[in-house]
């Protein structure tokens, strides 16, 4: 299983940006998908998470601002980020709790993909 993510970039504080992640492989079952942080200096943070009932939960600096949502017909994760800040600088990762056929749940990440907001 591998997680590719894309959509990073340069973005203007205030201007937007979607991030997309798309699982691959033998899949059975994604059970929870998740975006994460980090910023130059700092732990890596969650910042989005979604179950597979659609339950979603947001770190309190991107309420009101980032949307997670997913596309289990595409094993899919996006991330929606709006009014951007200067401190959503970071390296954002997609994480999944993914099922695999004959094994048991495990966790996999993808390889970051940077996000700058500058002026």
């Known amino acids: 299983v591998q997680l590719q993510a894309s959509g990073g970039g340069l973005a203007q504080p205030g201007g937007s940006l979607r991030l997309s992640c798309k699982a691959s492989g033998s899949i059975e079952r994604i059970d929870y998908m998740a975006w994460l942080r980090q910023a130059p200096g700092k732990e890596r943070e969650r910042v989005a998470s979604i179950s597979s009932g659609d339950s979603t939960i947001y770190a309190d600096s991107v309420k009101g601002r980032f949307t997670i949502s997913r596309d289990d017909a595409k094993n899919m994760v996006h991330l929606q980020m709006t009014t951007l800040k200067p401190e959503d600088t970071g390296v954002y990762y997609c994480?999944?709790?993914?099922?695999?056929?004959?094994?048991?749940?495990?966790?996999?990440w993808g390889q970051g993909t940077l996000v700058t907001v500058s002026s």
């Open positions: 994480y999944a709790m993914i099922k695999v056929a004959g094994r048991r749940t495990q966790d996999y």
